[in-house]
């Protein structure tokens, strides 16, 4: 029974994103899987505080990520 854990930085996804991501993923393992593995399939979005998440030696914050969906460069850059 698959277990999937996706994290994510707080306040960057709205609750419908996040319910989304929970669909698609299921959807993907299902695709594999096949159909039976659906009811046993659990997905978990966990929220990491901003800025306690780090790529590279430097913290990552809920601005940062915005800027990157945006189009921009985090101001970490």
């Not at 854990?5 to 669909?23: D, S, Y």
């Not at 593995?37 to 915005?66: F, K, L, N, Y």
Request: without cysteine; glycine residues 10%; charged residues 20%.
């Amino acid at each position: 029974m698959p277990f999937i854990n996706v994290k994510v930085i707080e306040n960057v996804f709205t609750p419908e994103q996040k319910q989304e991501v929970v669909r698609r993923l299921t959807d993907a393992m299902v695709s594999i899987e096949g159909e039976n593995m659906r009811a046993v399939t659990w997905v978990v979005v966990e929220e990491v505080a901003s800025g306690d998440w780090g790529i590279g030696g430097q913290p990552m914050t809920t601005e940062d990520v915005t800027a990157l969906a945006a189009g921009g460069a985090p101001a970490m850059a």
